[in-house]
């Protein structure tokens, strides 16, 4: 059993910057991957980014190339989501998730490749 905590939600201008982190516990001593996804109001959860068990392969949504960075301490058992040059169109419910079958080995943006998530997050991007 793993639980995921994220955290750094909130309110910010479009244009602005936004850093999320999702602490991981419980079954943390095997690799894993760690994936981020998002939800709009209305709409299916969609994949952001990925990151693989040592933070040497990353993936990303064409949407969010070149704005959001991930990245993971395993030291903290944290992954974390830079969010810069936000826009409105990013405004969701942000989910950590954590991916045990491959042991984290690649990455993956396939919702039920992951294992176990976080409570989600809300990011709202004003205009």
């Known amino acids: 059993q793993v639980q995921l905590v994220e955290t750094g939600g909130g309110l910010v201008q479009a244009g602005g910057s936004l850093r999320l982190s999702c602490a991981a516990s419980?079954?943390?001593?095997?690799?894993?991957?760690m994936g981020w996804f998002r939800q709009a109001p209305g709409k299916e959860r969609e994949f952001v980014a990925a990151i693989n068990w040592n933070g040497g392969i990353t993936y990303y949504a064409d949407s969010v190339k070149g704005r959001f960075t991930i990245s993971r301490d395993n030291a903290k058992n944290t992954a974390y989501l830079r969010m810069n040059s936000l826009k409105p169109e990013d405004t969701a419910v942000y989910y950590c998730?954590?991916?045990?079958?491959?042991?984290?080995?690649?990455?993956?943006?396939?919702?039920?490749?992951?294992?176990?998530w976080g409570q989600g997050t809300q990011v709202t991007v004003s205009s």
């Open positions: 419980g079954r943390t001593l095997s690799t894993y991957g």
């Open positions: 998730a954590a991916d045990y079958k491959t042991l984290g080995v690649g990455v993956s943006s396939r919702l039920e490749q992951y294992d176990y």
